[in-house]
C-alpha cells in the first residue's frame, strides 16, 4: 500500500542508489514540487544537491528572501540569484503575453545556465516534475514546459544535456503534499497558492515595469495577507491581485485623481483546468479595497473579478 512514509523510504534508497556520489543541481521555485523534490534529494545525497533559486523581480513581496530563509532553515545548499534587473531588461516594452512569457523563459535558462556552470563537475539534473506534467508535458504552462518550448531556439543550454532525475514524477499533487508534510516542510511552502512561473509578469496586463511590479506587489500583500487574517486563504485554490493599465477618475480631499485599478481574483478549483469565482464575504472585500485604496500610491480603484473558466481562464493573460 502507497504510503507517503514508505514512498519517502523507498525514493530515497533508490537515489541514494543511482546517484552514489554524483552531483544534482536543481532550480528551486518557492512552490510545492520543487521544494519536496529538493528535500527528498538533500535526504539521499546531502550537500551534493545543489539549489539553485532565482528571483526574477516577478514573486510577491518580500517572498525571494522569506522562502530563501525557509530553504537555509531546512539545511538545503541552495545559492539565491537576484536577477531582477536582467528581467526587468528582457520585459522592457513587451506586452503581448506570450512574447513575455518567452523572454522570461529565456533569461531563466541563461542565469541557470550561468549558476550551473560554477558547480563543478556536476552530472544531473534534478526536477519537481509531477505526474501530470508528465502526461500533459504538450499542453502544461509549468516552468519544465517553458523549457521545452525552448528545445527548437538553437543549441542546448550545458544544464539540459545533463541525465534528469525526477522524484515526483509518479506522484498528484495532493500525493506530493502529503510526501512533503511527511518531510515535515513547513505549510508555509506546503499549503502555499498555485503561482505561474513568470509570476507578476502575467498579472500586470501589458508591459512591464519595476513601477508597477512595485504597486502589484503591495497591493497583493494587502490582499493576501487580509485572506490570511480572515482565515479565508486555505479554502480559496488560488487568489492573486491584477494590475490593469486603465486610469480612472477618484477624489482625494479636495483633489482629483486619475489612477490606476487593481482587479482581485480568487478562485476555486481542484486542479486548474476549471474554477468558480469564490463568493468571498463583502465586509472582507471592503476592507481590503479600503486598505489598498489608502495605502498603494497610484491606485484609486479595486474591481472584482466575477468571472468563472470557462469561459475566463484564472490568470488575464
Ligand atoms: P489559466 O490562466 O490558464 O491558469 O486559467 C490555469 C493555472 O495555470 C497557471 N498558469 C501558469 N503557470 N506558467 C505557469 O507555471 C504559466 O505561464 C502559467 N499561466 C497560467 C495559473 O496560475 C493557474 O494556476
Redesign the pocket.
Known amino acids: 500500500d502507497w504510503t507517503p512514509d514508505s514512498f519517502v523510504e523507498t525514493t530515497i534508497a533508490e537515489l541514494k542508489a543511482k546517484l552514489g556520489d554524483d552531483k544534482v543541481v536543481l532550480g528551486l521555485s518557492g512552490g510545492v514540487d520543487s521544494s519536496v523534490a529538493a528535500v527528498l534529494l538533500h535526504h539521499a545525497i546531502g550537500a551534493n544537491l545543489h539549489c539553485i533559486f532565482v528571483d526574477n523581480g516577478l514573486l510577491r513581496k518580500d517572498e525571494f528572501q522569506s522562502v530563501l530563509d525557509s530553504y537555509q532553515h531546512m539545511g538545503l545548499n541552495v545559492r539565491g540569484i537576484d536577477a531582477k534587473q536582467r528581467f526587468y531588461d528582457a520585459l522592457a516594452g513587451l506586452t503581448d503575453p506570450e512574447k513575455k512569457?518567452k523572454a522570461i523563459g529565456r533569461v531563466f535558462i541563461e542565469v541557470f545556465d550561468d549558476a550551473a556552470h560554477e558547480i563543478q563537475g556536476v552530472s544531473w539534473l534534478g526536477q519537481g516534475t509531477i505526474y501530470p506534467d508528465v502526461i500533459e508535458s504538450v499542453s502544461v504552462?509549468?516552468?519544465s514546459a517553458t523549457i521545452k518550448s525552448h528545445h527548437n531556439v538553437g543549441g542546448l543550454p550545458d544544464f539540459m544535456k545533463l541525465k534528469v532525475v525526477e522524484p515526483l514524477n509518479t506522484l498528484f499533487k495532493d500525493e506530493v503534499r502529503k510526501v512533503g508534510a511527511a518531510l515535515g516542510i513547513d505549510q508555509n511552502i506546503l499549503g502555499r497558492h498555485?503561482f505561474?512561473?513568470?509570476g507578476l509578469a502575467?498579472r500586470i496586463l501589458g508591459d512591464i515595469t519595476p513601477e508597477k511590479v512595485d504597486i502589484l506587489q503591495q497591493a497583493d500583500a494587502i490582499y493576501i495577507n487580509n485572506l490570511r487574517s480572515a482565515g479565508v486563504y486555505d479554502k480559496v485554490w488560488?487568489a492573486g491581485a491584477i494590475y490593469l493599465p486603465v486610469q480612472s477618475v477618484g477624489v482625494m480631499g479636495d483633489e482629483r485623481t486619475y489612477e490606476n485599478v487593481i482587479c482581485l481574483r480568487a478562485v476555486e478549483s481542484l486542479d486548474?483546468m476549471t474554477a468558480d469565482w469564490c463568493h468571498l464575504p463583502y465586509d472582507l472585500l471592503a476592507k481590503i479595497s479600503n486598505e489598498i485604496i489608502n495605502n498603494v500610491k497610484g491606485i484609486n480603484r479595486v474591481v472584482y473579478d466575477i468571472s468563472s473558466?470557462p469561459p475566463a481562464?484564472?490568470?488575464w493573460e
Do not use: F
Request: aromatic share 0%; proline share 27%; net charge positive.
Open positions: 512569457r504552462k509549468g516552468p498555485p505561474p512561473g513568470p502575467i488560488q486548474g473558466k481562464t484564472i490568470e
